[in-house]
């Protein structure tokens, strides 16, 4: 498996085990991990939000609002993520493989926000 995901590096590692700990999975995956973990504190903002609904000093709809504003937040989180692969040349198995993961949270993610952006407008 390590052979498969660095191979298409191998020209530029050559036998330099420093090139092969700086190859572009290794930023790039290191800046996604920060991304989803960014990802995650705005979601459950967004849920400190909905379990403060009914109570909490401020009206329904500007928890609402607050909720929308976290999980849009999170959805942007989710893209950065997946767009620094665009821009970088990185192992297409690993991009496959993140962009999968990201695709499923940034679904749900996408879901609450239509959920909460269409529930603001009645």
């Known amino acids: 498996?390590?052979?498969n995901s660095l191979?298409?590096?191998?020209?530029t590692?050559?036998?330099?085990?420093?090139?092969l700990c700086t190859t572009p999975e290794v930023p790039v995956?290191?800046?996604?991990?920060?991304?989803?973990?960014?990802t995650v504190d705005e979601l459950k903002q967004a849920m400190a939000e909905l379990k403060n609904l009914y109570g909490?000093?401020?009206?329904?709809?500007?928890?609402?609002k607050n909720?929308?504003?976290w999980v849009s937040a999170a959805l942007t989180d989710d893209?950065?993520?997946t767009d620094e692969f665009?821009?970088?040349e990185v192992n297409e198995e690993t991009k496959k493989k993140v962009e999968k993961a990201v695709s499923e949270l940034s679904k749900t993610t996408s879901n609450t926000l239509a959920l909460i952006t269409n529930y603001l407008r009645f």
């Open 56 to 64: 909490g000093g401020i009206s329904k709809e500007e928890h609402l």
């Open 1 to 3: 498996m390590c052979y």
């Open 13 to 19: 590692i050559k036998a330099d085990p420093i090139k």
């Open 7 to 11: 191979s298409s590096y191998s020209s």
């Open 29 to 38: 995956l290191k800046d996604c991990v920060e991304e989803m973990k960014d």
């Open 67 to 69: 909720m929308k504003t």
């Open 79 to 81: 893209t950065t993520c």
């Open 86 to 88: 665009e821009e970088e």
